[in-house]
């Protein structure tokens, strides 16, 4: 795996476009993900429905699960598919849909499209089209499809919001989405973003699930349900890959929804964006949680004292429970320690739990034991130290996992 630092959205797509590409001209060689007939029947597609594809097609099949089995197309839609790559869904999607419907297959990839189009042309298919293009700016106009199916590429897109967004706009009012897609447990939190090749390795750009779902709620989609989950990674025959994906919790889903009639209010939105309990969550995934109860431990300690002082200037009396401050106090210490403690799974380094435990300690033995501001403040700068360690160490494990360790160094010696 090679990453360069740096690079722009355009070259994230280009990147994008050069592996699928490259799975369109020589589907035999060599891929971090599995590819063709196998990797078809092991996602679980019937082989009563492979049977029926063309041989060019199925051979450069890439998706990442069977996204069929959410069961969004109905005889007669009109179905687009998004990231239709070589063809293989589009073309189940058209059996589906029977005489009365037809299917639009919309890919990114040049190579793709192309290899579509002969392999409809031999086949004598007429009621499939295809259009190159971006799931971030569908060129369809509003309400125009019953029905969406996608294999794999929302991880692929960089604008994943615009992406949800543009299919609930597409959608007539209760059409269906089906889509089958990788997602993560704990996101990627090194400066790697913009890194197109960890882009096309899958993980670097996929969703924490809860996110993902998330997102398609907050557009306006109703009954969002996963109804498989499986180890897409495990089929990969690069080492690498199975390490990464391991390393951040990514699978593959299969979800299915349907549109609502209208989109939810932008005070409904920001309501569900800024649920204290996602925010707690995501600290906890990308290893915050430790920074986060330092800093309420923090608020707690030197921020009360500040408000005791300067609240009589105001002519406002508090009355301070001291037992009570001082067990606020405590329990936020406490929770920075159990968070440093998580942390040793991460790096197996214990020097920071260490560091941390001892600045806890005098923290702890000042508010219970003998009160002494300097001995509070040295276990709160050694509590600090520790997570600052911790987050440090994560973050260095992150980059050795993603092969990002010599890159970082090659930019920063530049």
Same mark, same amino acid.
């Given at each position: 795996?090679?990453?360069?630092?740096?690079?722009?959205?355009?070259?994230?797509?280009?990147?994008?476009?050069?592996?699928?590409?490259?799975?369109?001209?020589?589907?035999?060689?060599?891929?971090?993900?599995?590819?063709?007939?196998?990797?078809?029947?092991?996602?679980?597609?019937?082989?009563?429905?492979?049977?029926?594809?063309?041989?060019?097609?199925?051979?450069?099949?890439?998706?990442?699960?069977?996204?069929?089995?959410?069961?969004?197309?109905?005889?007669?839609?009109?179905?687009?598919?998004? /990231? =239709?790559?070589?063809?293989? @869904?589009? *073309?189940?999607?058209?059996?589906? %849909? &029977?005489?009365?419907?037809?299917? #639009?297959?919309?890919?990114?990839?040049?190579?793709?499209?192309?290899?579509?189009?002969?392999?409809?042309?031999?086949?004598?298919?007429?009621?499939?089209?295809?259009?190159?293009?971006?799931?971030?700016?569908?060129?369809?106009?509003?309400?125009?499809?019953?029905?969406?199916?996608?294999?794999?590429?929302?991880?692929?897109?960089?604008?994943?919001?615009?992406?949800?967004?543009?299919?609930?706009?597409?959608?007539?009012?209760?059409?269906?989405?089906?889509?089958?897609?990788?997602?993560?447990?704990?996101?990627?939190?090194?400066?790697?973003?913009?890194?197109?090749?960890?882009?096309?390795?899958?993980?670097? /750009? =996929?969703?924490?699930?809860? @996110?993902? *779902?998330?997102?398609?709620?907050? %557009? &306006?989609?109703?009954?969002?349900? #996963?109804?498989?989950?499986?180890?897409?990674?495990?089929?990969?025959?690069?080492?690498?890959?199975?390490?990464?994906?391991?390393?951040?919790?990514?699978?593959?889903?299969?979800?299915?929804?349907?549109?609502?009639?209208?989109?939810?209010?932008?005070?409904?939105?920001?309501?569900?964006?800024?649920?204290?309990?996602?925010?707690?969550?995501?600290?906890?995934?990308?290893?915050?949680?430790?920074?986060?109860?330092?800093?309420?431990?923090?608020?707690?300690?030197?921020?009360?004292?500040?408000?005791?002082?300067?609240?009589?200037?105001?002519?406002?009396?508090?009355?301070?429970?001291?037992?009570?401050?001082? /067990?606020?106090?405590?329990?936020?210490?406490? *929770?920075?320690?159990?968070?440093? %403690?998580?942390?040793?799974?991460?790096?197996?380094?214990?020097?920071?739990?260490?560091?941390?435990?001892?600045?806890?300690?005098?923290?702890?033995?000042?508010?219970?034991?003998?009160?002494?501001?300097?001995?509070?403040?040295?276990?709160?700068?050694?509590?600090?130290?520790?997570?600052?360690?911790?987050?440090?160490?994560?973050?260095?494990?992150?980059?050795?996992?993603?092969?990002?360790?010599?890159?970082?160094?090659?930019?920063?010696?530049?």
């Amino acid at each position: 795996m090679v990453a360069i630092l740096g690079y722009s959205r355009p070259q994230i797509i280009a990147a994008v476009q050069a592996m699928y590409g490259a799975v369109a001209a020589t589907p035999d060689a060599p891929f971090h993900f599995p590819v063709g007939a196998d990797a078809c029947r092991r996602l679980g597609y019937p082989a009563a429905q492979t049977a029926e594809l063309p041989g060019e097609t199925l051979a450069r099949f890439a998706g990442v699960g069977y996204p069929f089995r959410a069961g969004a197309i109905r005889p007669g839609d009109r179905v687009l598919d998004i /990231g =239709a790559g070589a063809g293989n @869904d589009a *073309l189940i999607a058209r059996r589906l %849909a &029977g005489p009365g419907g037809r299917v #639009i297959a919309l890919d990114l990839t040049a190579g793709m499209t192309r290899r579509l189009s002969g392999a409809i042309r031999r086949a004598g298919i007429d009621d499939l089209d295809i259009v190159q293009g971006s799931a971030e700016q569908l060129p369809l106009p509003d309400g125009c499809v019953d029905s969406i199916t996608s294999n794999g590429a929302l991880n692929l897109v960089p604008d994943k919001r615009r992406a949800v967004a543009e299919m609930f706009r597409v959608l007539k009012s209760r059409g269906r989405l089906q889509l089958a897609d990788v997602v993560i447990h704990r996101p990627v939190s090194v400066d790697c973003h913009e890194d197109p090749r960890l882009w096309v390795e899958c993980v670097v /750009g =996929a969703t924490v699930k809860e @996110d993902l *779902l998330a997102l398609f709620e907050e %557009a &306006g989609f109703e009954e969002v349900r #996963i109804v498989g989950e499986h180890d897409y990674f495990a089929l990969s025959e690069s080492p690498q890959t199975r390490e990464v994906a391991e390393s951040f919790g990514a699978h593959a889903i299969e979800v299915g929804m349907r549109r609502g009639e209208t989109a939810p209010s932008w005070a409904w939105r920001w309501r569900h964006r800024l649920d204290p309990r996602r925010a707690w969550r995501r600290l906890h995934r990308r290893g915050l949680l430790g920074v986060a109860a330092l800093a309420l431990a923090l608020l707690s300690c030197y921020g009360t004292l500040a408000l005791v002082a300067l609240l009589p200037l105001l002519g406002i009396g508090l009355a301070l429970d001291e037992g009570l401050w001082a /067990g606020s106090i405590a329990g936020f210490v406490l *929770l920075t320690l159990a968070a440093l %403690a998580a942390g040793i799974r991460r790096h197996a380094d214990y020097w920071p739990t260490m560091l941390g435990a001892m600045g806890g300690g005098l923290v702890l033995y000042a508010l219970f034991v003998d009160y002494l501001a300097l001995v509070e403040l040295a276990g709160f700068v050694l509590l600090g130290s520790g997570v600052a360690w911790d987050l440090r160490r994560r973050r260095r494990r992150e980059t050795q996992v993603l092969g990002l360790e010599g890159a970082t160094s090659r930019r920063q010696t530049r």
